[in-house]
């Protein structure tokens, strides 16, 4: 039995000390938005059986694969909303209960979960800029030009000046809404992270100048659907290339083993994944897809300018991989803006561009202080 999961973006604001250390930096670590992890009526996303190689066939013949298992379970092929390449690849359908039990049968189908409403609740204050912070300083920076790094988030300003957004590759996954620009800035201040420009202006990233493709998975009010993440990875699996990072700052409660499986297949590939532990202090194998493991993929906590655990992060040396600074983070906003944020949101992002620099080669520098599972999580550096 697939669990119920409930998927959020993890950010904080705060006001007055940029080295992270206020004694107050956790309080506005964002919880879940209201009606997150709320179930969508009647929608599923449904898993093809590994058998069945979605990567091998065209969007056409996708659709009529999806609409054949539909019609030999006396399913209307209406309900079919929409078809997902990929590992394992699948669709998403409006159908009864009932119908849904009826496809777990099917030999062709390996998963069938209902879908979920996605919602962050909003946190941050805008600043000045600085062009090195102690965020970066604290892993190490090196030249990104040349590298992609897929961001499955709200979408990215296009127009903010310290930024390389590749517009054409970018997409949103966002029912209604056919742009990846940003208009809620959670996305914008993750890319500022991985690739902000080394330019006279704004902040560097750890991988500065790196390309950045936007997949908008969350509207401007932080709300989308679990299966809007499915698709966002399917895209990645058949159009990114070996070396390219995927940064999901994603974490909550519960278990997709959708989620889960096509995390590990499209990592397999060569693509590495760099992952919120999620901010619940509690365990990170208890959710999705924090608690994914495979080759190529890094789960990451978080720690403050001082290398202490933020109190917010979750933890856990079976899914964790790394530390990273995730506490009083500034990076790029939303109109041509720079603000501070927090949590293992800001801290994935360090990792993903030290995996465009370095690959499966980063390195460590020091510990995660006070680690609640007793097992200091070694801090990512270049």
């Known amino acids: 039995m697939v669990l119920a999961v409930i998927i959020l973006l993890v950010s904080c604001k705060k006001n007055n000390d940029s080295t992270g250390n206020d004694p107050d930096d956790h309080d506005c670590v ?4 209201t009606g997150n992890g709320a179930i969508v009526a009647n929608q599923y996303i449904v898993s093809f059986n590994p058998a069945i190689n979605s990567r091998a066939v065209s969007r056409v013949n996708l659709d009529e694969i999806s609409k054949n298992i539909l019609q030999r379970n006396t ?10 390449a990929g590992e394992p690849g699948g669709f998403i359908a409006k159908m009864t209960p009932a119908e849904a039990e009826i496809l777990r049968k099917d030999e062709s189908i390996a998963i069938v979960e209902s879908d979920r409403i996605i919602k962050l609740s909003h946190c941050f204050t805008v600043a000045a800029p600085r062009l090195v912070t102690w965020n970066v300083n604290r892993v ?8 992609t790094a897929w961001i499955i988030d709200t979408g990215i300003d296009f127009a903010h000046p310290d930024l390389t957004v ?19 800035g959670h996305g914008t201040h993750v890319a500022g992270i991985i690739g902000g420009k080394n330019n006279t202006i704004g902040v560097l990233g750890v991988a ?14 932080g709300e989308g659907n679990l299966s809007y993440i499915i698709q966002a990875i399917a895209y990645v699996n058949t159009n990114a290339s070996p070396g390219d990072v995927v940064n999901m700052s994603v974490g909550g409660e519960g278990i997709s083993a959708t989620l889960d499986q096509q995390v590990i297949n499209t990592a397999a590939r060569g693509i590495y994944f760099a992952i919120a532990a999620g901010n619940e202090s509690k365990l990170a194998n208890t959710s999705s897809p924090a608690r994914a493991n495979g ?14 655990f933020a109190s917010f992060s979750n933890y856990g040396n079976d899914a ?29 992002p360090h990792v993903a561009g030290l995996l465009l620099l370095r690959g499966r080669n980063i390195t460590t520098s020091g510990v995660a202080k006070n680690d609640p599972d007793g097992t200091p999580d070694p801090i990512a550096h270049f």
């Open 30 to 33: 964002t919880s879940a938005g």
């Open 75 to 84: 399913i209307n092929v209406s309900a079919l909303k929409q078809s997902f």
């Open 140 to 147: 190490g920076y090196g030249n990104g030009i040349g590298k």
């Open 166 to 184: 590749d517009q054409s590759r970018s997409h949103s996954f966002v029912s209604g809404n056919s742009s990846a620009t940003d208009s809620n």
């Open 208 to 221: 500065s100048g790196a390309t950045l493709v936007a997949l908008k998975v969350l509207d401007k009010e």
């Open 295 to 308: 080759l190529n993929v890094y789960t990451v906590s978080a720690v403050d300018s001082l290398d202490n």
């Open 320 to 348: 964790v991989d790394f530390a990273a600074p995730g506490v009083y983070i500034l990076s790029t906003w939303t109109e041509n803006r720079y603000a501070y944020a927090s949590g293992t949101s800001m801290a994935a």
